[in-house]
């Protein structure tokens, strides 16, 4: 099922996507504690609504981490001179990060003037986990949506570490809603990232180093997952900062990360004093 998280009256509630409805369920809380629920709750038909007048929040806007992938795609290893990882390279980005669908991406011109894109399939955990092996990871996760890895190059390569270029305020687009695990295998995906309508990224799940179940088995060992956590799987091939010339985020651009079986993530940018 595609699962949605959206403010009505000042609460944020739960709903499920059919078609270009959304239907709320008979349940009173955020998306991070309807992950936890044993079952999902009934659907109320009778208070059905059309997409186009509900805004759509972040899928999750309180876990507990945000825990994102670098270099997982030859392509991308490749085009950024990078070396083959032995193990995942891992970082984090804050939650102050997270955005929605619709929302904007902000940044200071004085903070940083080198704003890239990233698609990406993000992970949902759905229940604790620690130390779980690859045969079984697949049973910790609750479901996929799709993730920007929005980043401010000048900050991450400058720095050489990357957590304040990737934790910048709105630098975490997810969304539009989750698809559960049940409805979808994570390896196999088409993944693509347009531009203003142009497609800068074009590959395929298939295409990781370390797939969704290697991830979450190595992460597990490291740092205990909970529920409503994410995990951003890496980017493919064709990332703004290695084009020649180089490709910047600038005011006014609309950039949309689409996963086959999720749906497009869609936000526009604005470039602040």
Not at 20 to 49: A, V
Not at 104 to 132: C, F, H, M, P, Q
Not at 171 to 198: A, H, M, Q
Not at 208 to 231: E, N, R
Request: charged share 25%.
């Amino acid at each position: 099922m595609k699962v949605a998280q959206y403010c009505l009256n000042g609460k944020l509630q739960v709903g499920l996507i059919k078609g270009d409805s959304l239907i709320p369920f008979k349940f009173c809380g955020d998306l991070k504690s309807f992950i936890s629920l044993p079952e999902p709750p009934q659907i109320d038909n009778s208070k059905t609504l059309s997409l186009r007048e509900v805004k759509l929040a972040p899928p999750v806007v309180n876990p507990s981490k945000i825990i994102a992938i670098g270099l997982n795609y030859k392509g991308h290893i490749k085009e950024s001179k990078g070396k083959l990882p032995k193990f995942p390279l891992i970082f984090s980005k804050f939650p102050n990060s997270i955005i929605g669908h619709g929302d904007i991406i902000k940044w200071s011109r004085s903070i940083t003037k080198k704003v890239d894109y990233e698609a990406e399939l993000a992970v949902v955990i759905g229940k604790k986990t620690k130390n779980i092996s690859e045969k079984e990871a697949l049973k910790a996760v609750f479901g996929y949506t799709c993730a920007n890895d929005i980043s401010a190059r000048d900050l991450q390569f400058g720095d050489g570490q990357w957590t304040r270029g990737k934790s910048l305020d709105t630098f975490c687009p997810i969304g539009p809603w989750i698809v559960t695990k049940e409805e979808l295998s994570p390896d196999n995906l088409k993944i693509r990232c347009y531009l203003n309508g142009n497609v800068m990224q074009n590959s395929n799940t298939n295409q990781m180093i370390f797939d969704v179940p290697a991830l979450i088995s190595f992460i597990s060992k490291h740092f205990t997952l909970y529920p409503g956590d994410l995990i951003l799987t890496g980017t493919p091939e064709g990332v703004g900062a290695f084009r020649k010339p180089s490709v910047w985020l600038k005011d006014g651009d609309k950039v949309e990360v689409e996963i086959e079986g999720i749906g497009r993530l869609s936000n526009t940018c604005k470039e602040l004093e």
